[in-house]
């Protein structure tokens, strides 16, 4: 195996992790597939979607990473609450959440989604897409339950898959380009390049 690294990655899990609950939750919102499934969600949801993240959030605090650690604690603990929220409401332990009340808070999600889509600028053009279309996807699940639009409900559903499937790409390509110690698949430069100083051109000039 490749020997330029030290420590394993965890991004990659993490990305597996997030990108399947995505993609089987939105499979329900698209109206692709009934509550049947949803049901079926909630144990990977608290399980993979949740825990996984959580832990490899913890990991990334190891390798320095902050962006990692946010982002993977932030939707590990989101799909915690998906499942606590399912299962403690068709158990009564809780009392019936309305529709509204569920978009506040994804709309909140929305808004922290456009914060980490912001750090992505810095990072690759695949994780800048997969953060954008995620945003764009929490307001129309949002604006869907606040204004009882179910067709902003099934639009978000749609772009739920596209967001999974980017993420599910991202974690595939970091573990292949691993495991070949070369750029199999491409994730893509810096959206936002920082200029050249001065020294910087110095520099070049130099060689």
Do not use: C, R
């Amino acid at each position: 195996m490749p020997a330029n690294t030290n420590t394993g990655n965890p991004g990659p899990l993490g990305l597996a992790a997030f990108s399947l609950t995505t993609i089987l939750l939105s499979l329900v919102n698209s109206g692709l597939f009934g509550l049947e499934l949803e049901m079926a969600l909630i144990p990977m949801a608290l399980g993979f979607g949740g825990f996984v993240q959580l832990l490899v959030g913890m990991l990334e605090y190891n390798e320095g990473n902050t962006f990692g650690l946010t982002a993977f604690t932030s939707y590990g603990a989101f799909w915690i609450w998906f499942g606590l929220l399912i299962t403690m409401t068709h158990n009564g332990i809780l009392p019936s959440v309305g529709a509204q009340a569920i978009g506040v808070v994804l709309l909140v999600w929305g808004l922290f989604t456009v914060g980490m889509w912001i750090s992505t600028f810095k990072l690759n053009w695949a994780l800048w897409s997969v953060f954008l279309v995620l945003s764009i996807t929490f307001f129309l699940l949002a604006f869907g339950d606040i204004l009882g639009i179910a067709s902003l409900v099934t639009l978000g559903g749609y772009l739920g898959l596209v967001t999974g499937a980017g993420a599910l790409y991202i974690s595939i390509a970091e573990v292949t380009n691993w495991s070949f110690d070369a750029e199999v698949l491409p994730l893509g430069g810096q959206p936002l390049k920082s200029k050249p100083t001065s020294q910087d051109s110095m520099s070049v000039a130099d060689d």
